[in-house]
């Protein structure tokens, strides 16, 4: 018989805190394997392992491809490697950032969804924006456990607000509920695996394919959703719209996926770097013409020394509004839209 042998947790801003707690309230004899995602930038090495080995009765370690799928083992995404699941065995691989991340939740929760249906529970904790939903909504339509952490109990609320938002939520309880809560869950057997339909699975198998390194254009993944004016935050390439429920993401051709709110915080950071961009450029011409018109001052030829301070001045005229933008320019999130997202 079946059970709920499977969990995937996804964590970000806060979430070290967030797992500490979870993992300390676990059983001992957890029949389940623990997989978990958090946020770390590139080049950072993880102590989530010793932390959370520390923290509770399971021992953590960061898994190499190919390591065989035990219970009772809390599995930790190495840095800058995506964490997926195989039939029995863990995958680790480079495959395109989703959400700007490498290790992201989403390709974990995906490949859960895919390969373990019913049997799998995933949880999402405290973090940023919101890396997770789309992956929940995946382990929803497969039959799945959802549970997610009261944003109210969470450092940083956005990502429990979004799953909240878009994913039928079977629980939610303060982190430190949620150990107790999967030492349960676990225990129970799993229903039979959830039929959907084939075009659903087609999408979710190419998706876990592009995190596997499988070329994108193999998989086809722009015909599976809408084109879209917008370009790739990652790459610039263009972008298909996807429609999951009341999600919209996108997906670039060569594989990057983003969330539409991830993709209005990238594009408003984009316009703040073009205007510096711009700016640099008139200082530079700025300082040229200086240089040049006092280089002509000093040979006596003051017609084209005249010429170029006249310039400079120009420069400088059309440099201010310029830097007046760029330090005004306010990046936008869905955490800045309203008082849900806050």
């Known amino acids: 018989m079946a059970t709920k042998d499977i969990v995937v947790v996804g964590a970000s801003a806060g979430?070290?805190?967030?797992?500490?707690?979870?993992?300390?309230?676990?059983?001992?004899?957890?029949?389940?394997?623990?997989f978990v995602v958090w946020h770390l930038a590139p080049g950072v090495r993880t102590v989530l392992p010793s932390v959370l080995s520390k923290a509770g009765p399971l021992s953590a370690c960061a898994p190499s491809d190919g390591d065989p799928i035990k219970p009772g083992r809390i599995y930790i995404a190495p840095n800058d490697h995506h964490m997926l699941l195989e039939r029995g065995y863990i995958r680790v691989t480079k495959g395109p950032k989703e959400?700007?991340?490498?290790?992201?939740?989403?390709?974990l929760f995906r490949s859960a969804a895919y390969l373990y249906s019913t049997r799998v529970i995933g949880v999402v904790l405290s973090g940023a924006l919101d890396d997770g939903t789309a992956g929940l909504w995946a382990i929803k339509l497969r039959g799945g456990t959802a549970v997610v952490q009261d944003p109210a109990d969470a450092v940083h609320r956005s990502m429990p607000i979004?799953?909240?938002?878009?994913?039928?939520?079977?629980?939610?309880?303060?982190?430190?509920?949620?150990?107790?809560?999967?030492?349960?869950?676990?225990?129970?057997?799993?229903?039979?695996?959830?039929?959907?339909?084939?075009?659903?699975?087609?999408?979710?198998?190419?998706e876990v394919?592009?995190?596997?390194?499988?070329?994108?254009?193999?998989?086809?993944i722009l015909g599976y959703g809408e084109l879209s004016p917008f370009t790739c935050p990652e790459c610039h390439g263009v972008l298909t719209m996807l429609r999951e429920g009341s999600i919209i993401r996108f997906r670039c051709h060569t594989g990057h996926a983003v969330s539409s709110g991830m993709l209005l915080e990238a594009s408003t950071e984009q316009i703040e770097q073009r205007l510096l961009d711009a700016l640099r450029a008139l200082d530079e011409?700025?300082?040229?013409?200086?240089?040049?018109?006092?280089?002509?001052?000093?040979?006596?030829?003051?017609?084209?020394?005249?010429?170029c301070f006249n310039r400079a001045r120009d420069a400088y005229e059309r440099s201010r509004p310029v830097r007046e933008a760029a330090l005004h320019n306010e990046e936008i999130s869905p955490e800045t839209l309203g008082p849900r997202a806050s």
């Open 15 to 34: 979430g070290m805190g967030a797992l500490e707690k979870l993992v300390t309230g676990l059983p001992a004899d957890l029949p389940a394997a623990v």
């Open 99 to 107: 959400n700007r991340f490498r290790p992201a939740i989403d390709p």
């Open 162 to 206: 979004n799953a909240l938002d878009n994913v039928a939520v079977d629980y939610t309880l303060p982190v430190a509920e949620i150990g107790p809560l999967l030492g349960r869950l676990t225990r129970e057997a799993a229903a039979p695996e959830s039929l959907i339909g084939a075009e659903e699975r087609a999408r979710m198998e190419a």
């Open 209 to 220: 394919n592009i995190a596997r390194e499988v070329d994108p254009r193999v998989e086809q």
């Open 285 to 307: 011409t700025i300082m040229l013409l200086n240089q040049l018109g006092e280089e002509y001052a000093r040979k006596g030829n003051t017609e084209a020394a005249e010429q």
